[in-house]
Every structure is written in C-alpha cells, then in structure tokens.
Nanobody, 123 residues
C-alpha cells in the first residue's frame, strides 16, 4: 500500500492550493488520515488530521481557519484545501495514514507515509 500526494507547487502569498493524497494498492478503510509538513532546516510539523468517518478533524494552530481537511472514502482520497497561504506555509507536505481513531500529532508510530510534495509560497 502506498500513499501518493499531488497538487503541490508554487503559489503567491494569499493564494490557494489543494493537495490530494490517494492510496495505491489498498484502501483507506478504517484508517485515520492526516497531513504533516517540513520546512527547510526544521522538524516535521503537524498540519491536520481527520478520522476515517470524517467526524473528527484537528488542525495545527498555525493553519486553523485557513486550511480544511476532508476525505472521500469512495475515492480513497484525502484532501487539504489551503487558503490565505503564507510564506511560512512553505515546505514539503506529507500525507499520513494509520489504523487508529485519529492521527497522533507527533507523528510517531504512523504506519503509512507518502513521499511528500513541495509547496513554495512566494511573496
């Protein structure tokens, strides 16, 4: 089973992007899902998480009110809608999936990770 992110790229500050994460070779059934990011020279940060049912959504403080996480279980796809983007949103964004109720914010022990997709926000 592999996670594949798409939708990264270059965006101006204040703009929007939508990331997608699809599963290859399996399904998201009963998996909690989430997004993390890593800026150059910094540690990996939690961005957002969603339960498989979609009932529970959690956001990191720096993205609250700007980013929205969602999932389409029929398509085995996770999304991250990013609005009002800032330069500090720049980094590599990783999709994560784990057979738990919700993704842990420290990222430790998560079963599946995507390869990452680069987002660069310019001023």
């Amino acid at each position: 089973v592999q996670l594949v992110e798409s939708g990264g790229g270059l965006v101006q500050a204040g703009g929007s992007l939508r990331l997608s994460c699809t599963v290859s070779g399996g399904s998201f059934s009963s998996y909690a899902l989430g997004w993390f990011r890593q800026a150059p020279g910094k540690e990996r940060d939690f961005v957002s998480a969603i339960s498989w049912s979609g009932d529970t959504r959690v956001y990191g403080d720096s993205v609250k009110g700007r980013f929205t996480i969602s999932n389409d279980n029929r398509k085995n796809t996770l999304y991250l809608q990013m609005n009002s983007m800032k330069r500090e949103d720049t980094g590599v964004y990783y999709c994560a999936a784990d057979p738990s109720s919700i993704i842990v914010e420290d990222g430790i022990g998560i079963e599946l990770w995507g390869q990452g997709t680069q987002i660069t926000v310019t001023s």
